[in-house]
């Protein structure tokens, strides 16, 4: 029997087409399980935190940055992986991301200081930002040009499976063992990853030449998103209005310099060059305003079911995995259908499904039945699923071929934006409008979803990228 070899050596970018069957399979798979971990450690420890605090004789306010440094470091270090992917290769900063976050999760497990623990989060934040960098790309990478749909619906079917499981895997782990185990368990996925990926993945099929990295502008684009993040943050944990403001003012003078840095460059961090291609653009705003309204819902949902009707947190809970598991069912199916429907028709209808849904959900009557409520949140998350995978679609296709790291990590950038500034905005109208901040919420993402939908449709004027109106030309 022939065995595969390690990895193949990429032919030149106009005739790179995708992987053969079955290789494509395994080259999927190790992707599959290397986004899994990425987003699965996003919400994992949320459960544990007081347990965590209780045996760490931490603060529950301490305890939080358990979970914040995870996210800071995503942020501070995405784009600069993806710049990296497009001039060393995304195989190698792949392969690089899943060992670090590995080793990571090894120090977490052993972690028996708050301080240890926190450091061991920060690596592993840095390993998932590589991880989640390039992932589209090598998405890009392993399927044909008239599949890429399919491709990217799977990949945005592992991310819903993995967040709607995270909390159900992190409780059925702790009633069985301690806290360490929740990092502990990545070790062997990991390990798996880190083999099929070794063995099935393929070498970049177009690299950057000619340019290479400037340190110093990775520096500022840490710096630069990391006060920004820290900033919206600190609506959500109660920081002093004067250390915000320093931040904020901090935040200001660097971006002018990194921004000003970054226009002169041909192919800066910030990639100011795809941003200037009109569909590309449009597709990112469409994102952050769609991931916007979606976590301004997700985040004010249990505070309304809960202290609004009367719904206890576990019962909560189930009501609520309705959303993502939707997405798990219709996210593949958009991922067909754009290959013979424009993908900016595909995102306009769903977000406006999504729209309707969360208005529906802010004017639930007095006394809903489950029913009721499910089938609202069914209405959000197929909504929510018949848009993504076909955005996604846009944003990599668009991107020119030795652009496509830099195309993916805009696309989880928008991503990381758009959550972070929901949950801080839901926070802020909860200070704002304490009585009715939760209905104020689902009004507001109402609004955000229905922007989406309009910037979405707009896209139907514009020249699609040439993988996809190949799709439509040759669906087969």
Known sequence: ????????????????????????????????????????????????????AQQLRISAADSIW???????????????????????????????????????SIGCALAGSFTGL?????????????????????????????????????NATVVAVSSVAGPTIAAGILSIASWPWLFAVNIPVGIIALTLSHRYLPDNAAKLSNDRFRWRDGVMNALTFGLMMLSIEGFSHGISPQLISLGVAAFLIIGFFFVRSQLREPYPILPFDLLR?????????????SFLAQMLALVSLPFYLQHVFGYSAVHTGLLMTAWPAIIMIVAPVAGLLVERVHAGLLGGIGLLMMAAGLFLLA??????????????????????GLFQSPN???????????????????????????????????????????????????????????????VSGSRLSLPLPEGLTRNRKHPA
């Open 118 to 154: 926190v450091l061991a989060r920060v690596l592993q934040g840095f390993g998932a930002a590589a991880i989640t960098s390039v992932n589209t790309t090598l998405v890009r990478m392993i399927y044909p040009r008239h599949q890429l749909g399919r491709g990217l619906g799977i």
């Open 363 to 384: 004017w639930l009557p007095d006394a809903p039945s489950e029913g009721a409520i499910i089938w609202r949140m069914v209405l959000c998350g197929a909504g929510f």
């Open 392 to 454: 996604n679609s846009i944003l990599i296709a668009s991107a020119p071929p030795q652009r496509s790291g830099s195309a993916s990590g805009m696309l989880a950038t928008a991503r990381l934006l758009g959550q972070t500034t929901g949950a801080a905005l839901v926070a802020l109208l909860f200070h704002l409008a304490p009585t009715n901040g939760t209905h104020l919420a689902l009004l507001i993402a109402g609004g955000f979803a229905l922007v989406a939908a309009i």
């Open 277 to 289: 291609i009109p569909i590309f653009s449009a597709s990112m705003l469409t994102s952050i305003c």
């Open 66 to 104: 358990i979970v914040n440094a995870y996210q800071l470091s995503i942020m501070v270090s995405l784009l600069t992986f993806s710049a990296l992917g497009d001039r060393i290769g995304y195989r190698k900063i792949y392969v690089g991301g899943l060992m670090l976050f590995t080793v990571a």
């Open 1 to 52: 029997m022939n065995r595969p070899e390690p990895h193949a050596t990429a032919p030149a970018p106009d005739e790179w087409n995708g992987m053969p069957m079955p290789r494509r399979l395994w080259a999927i798979a190790a992707v599959a399980f290397g986004v899994s971990l990425s987003v699965l450690d996003g919400s994992i420890a949320n459960v544990a935190l007081p347990t965590i």
